[in-house]
């Protein structure tokens, strides 16, 4: 036979042959199976993480009730404008840490809406940080409010300041009304007087009247954003938390997932559902640090800057900030 040929009839059973012996795992159906179930289940548990880790640093909306979430609804009419605004007042109070009582009367009928900040330094005071009020003695830990006032009185809001109150001795966590105008001013010292001679104290929570200082209203800065719906967000941070350390140490792994496999088998670009967990859980108590000690953005808010915010968002109860 023909050298020539016997090379060419090899080539051609070397072509015929390599199809078949590279390829025998791609027309195998229970291996292609298997490939794509672990590629939906890793994209799964990659989903569910990035979604863990961005609650842990910056819980947003879902974790806030239904009614209660933020509601980008269109601004009425330009000849409903000044109406819609019209009923719309703003109060500043200072109520001890402003941590519990900004949620607290978020909850009240007719309060539309709460942010933390600092107030009561004289105007010539450069714009506070969260340590220099601590350190400090001339600001005062305040909430602001805005609220309906065809819902809400000033009367009955001040009831609630009153009664949601929670002073302190220093500056810091002083009890403070802060009047917009002599008007507003002098229906404050007359309510006050009025308490007073009714009632010397305070019985649910033993305070003397007293102790309620009224004064002007001055510059007001929005707290750092460490701050603003603290409580709100420690506690869907702690669930998270609570969830991430019992992955770390192995609570889950005894779940099966997928084809009885368990879930303490599971690995993710070489890392174990366990590493993942407590990988997460550092990063999150990392970027609380940052925020707690590096972000600092306080910022002034004009009278009236509340109030157009809830304008834009819609005329309810949401947290906005």
């Known amino acids: 036979a023909c050298p020539k040929q016997d090379v060419q009839l090899q080539c051609q059973?070397?072509?015929?042959?390599?199809?078949?012996?590279?390829?025998?795992?791609?027309?195998?159906p229970t291996a292609l199976h298997l490939h794509?179930?672990?590629?939906?289940?890793?994209?799964?548990?990659?989903?569910?993480?990035?979604?863990?880790?961005l609650a842990l640093v910056c819980p947003t909306n879902a974790f806030i009730s239904p009614e209660r979430r933020f509601s980008f609804v269109v601004s009425p009419p330009t000849h409903s404008r000044t109406e819609s605004l019209s009923a719309v007042r703003e109060a500043t109070f200072g109520m001890?840490?402003?941590?519990?009582?900004?949620?607290?009367?978020?909850?009240?009928?007719?309060?539309?809406?709460?942010?933390?900040?600092?107030?009561g330094a004289s105007v010539n005071k450069p714009p506070p940080t969260y340590d220099t009020v601590c350190d400090g003695n001339d600001w005062v830990e305040a909430v602001r409010v805005a609220y309906d006032d065809e819902q809400l009185s000033y009367e009955k809001l001040l009831e609630y300041f009153l009664q949601y109150q929670k002073p302190g001795d220093s500056r810091q966590y002083a009890s403070v009304i802060f009047t917009n105008g002599s008007a507003e001013e002098k229906y404050v010292k007359e309510w006050k007087k009025k308490r007073s001679s009714r009632q010397q104290i305070d019985e649910e929570n033993n305070l003397q009247y007293d102790i309620v200082k009224i004064e002007p209203a001055l510059p007001f800065y929005k707290a750092e954003e460490y701050h603003q719906r603290y409580r709100e967000k420690q506690r869907s941070r702690l669930d998270v938390a609570i969830f991430l350390i019992a992955g770390e140490f192995g609570v889950f792994?005894?779940?099966?997932?997928?084809?009885?496999?368990?879930?303490?088998?599971?690995?993710?670009?070489?890392?174990?559902?366990?590493?993942?967990?407590?990988?997460?859980?550092?990063?999150?108590?990392?970027?609380?640090?940052?925020?707690?000690?590096?972000?600092?953005?306080?910022?002034?808010?004009?009278?009236?800057?509340?109030?157009?915010?809830?304008?834009k968002f819609g005329r309810s109860r949401k947290p906005i900030f």
Request: aromatic fraction near 12%; charge should be neutral; charged fraction near 15%.
């Open 13 to 28: 059973a070397q072509l015929t042959a390599t199809p078949s012996s590279q390829c025998k795992h791609k027309h195998n």
């Open 36 to 53: 794509v179930n672990l590629l939906h289940l890793t994209m799964t548990i990659l989903i569910l993480f990035v979604g863990i880790f």
């Open 96 to 119: 001890g840490c402003f941590w519990e009582p900004a949620e607290t009367l978020l909850r009240q009928p007719g309060v539309l809406a709460t942010t933390v900040g600092y107030t």
């Open 253 to 311: 792994d005894k779940i099966r997932i997928w084809n009885g496999a368990l879930l303490g088998n599971f690995e993710a670009l070489g890392f174990s559902f366990d590493a993942i967990c407590g990988g997460i859980f550092l990063l999150g108590v990392g970027w609380m640090f940052l925020e707690r000690f590096a972000l600092r953005d306080v910022r002034e808010l004009k009278p009236g800057d509340l109030t157009m915010i809830v304008h």
